[in-house]
């Protein structure tokens, strides 16, 4: 299906096969159909990841897989004052039931977020990559615990004033709803303009996402890039 996928996708003159290990060689977002599929292969570096999230791509593939790059349309977005919050969960946020903390424990939650039952596209490749886009500061974890164990938490990647959330996870009930309020009231107060969820799905439609064209979000995702906010400070 792979070899399909790349003869459909790719123009005779573009080998996907052959994409260099350290190269930008992507079809351009406004120019990919609505499947999104704008390259394979290559590698997961801090230099190439940052590339694709400035361009409005991300990478999604399963163990043993070669590297697959999405640029999908439409495109799933949360507005940052546009959060879902329940009574129900503002009620557990005021109980003092869980700590928060931020950046702790990032190996941890992502960890969190690939143990599935129903399978998982983090893969290991992926955690060693993103752990050392948490060294460089562009990706952010929160972390929920309970009497000293991380109960649920999320992850992302944060450029300008862009936050792509990749996932999140629960240990116990809501916990990964509380850790991405407290996500949120840290970009509104820093000032960011852009949350992406990338696809859209029940779960995070009721938290408030919906979808936009691919040629919005890139207008989006450029006036993000462009302010200068800080995650960590």
Not at 96 to 117: I, L, S
Not at 131 to 139: G, K, N, P, R, V
Not at 218 to 228: F, V
């Amino acid at each position: 299906m792979l070899d399909w996928l790349m003869e459909t996708l790719f123009p005779p003159k573009m080998d996907a096969h052959a994409v260099p290990l350290e190269s930008d060689v992507w079809l351009r977002p406004e120019d990919a159909d609505s499947f999104g599929l704008v390259g394979i292969g290559g590698v997961l570096s801090v230099s190439r990841l940052l590339s694709a999230y400035r361009r409005g791509i991300f990478p999604m593939y399963e163990e043993g897989e070669p590297i697959c790059w999405w640029s999908p349309d439409p495109r799933a977005v949360i507005d940052i004052d546009g959060l879902h919050v329940s009574r129900r969960l503002n009620r557990l946020m005021r109980s003092g039931k869980f700590e928060v903390t931020f950046d702790q424990n990032f190996v941890g939650v992502m960890k969190g977020c690939a143990n599935r039952d129903e399978g998982t596209w983090i893969t290991n490749e992926m955690l060693e990559s993103y752990h050392e886009l948490h060294d460089s500061e562009y990706a952010h974890s929160v972390e929920v615990w309970r009497d000293g164990e991380l109960a649920g938490g999320v992850y992302g990647v944060s450029i300008g004033g862009f936050f792509a959330g990749e996932s999140m996870f629960s240990r116990e009930r809501d916990a990964s709803k509380v850790a991405l309020v407290h996500l949120f009231e840290r970009l509104r107060n820093r000032g960011f303009e852009l949350f992406d969820t990338q696809l859209l799905n029940e779960h995070t439609e009721r938290l408030g996402a919906y979808e936009i064209s691919r040629s919005e979000y890139l207008q989006r995702l450029r006036c993000a890039l462009s302010k200068e906010c800080s995650f960590r400070s």
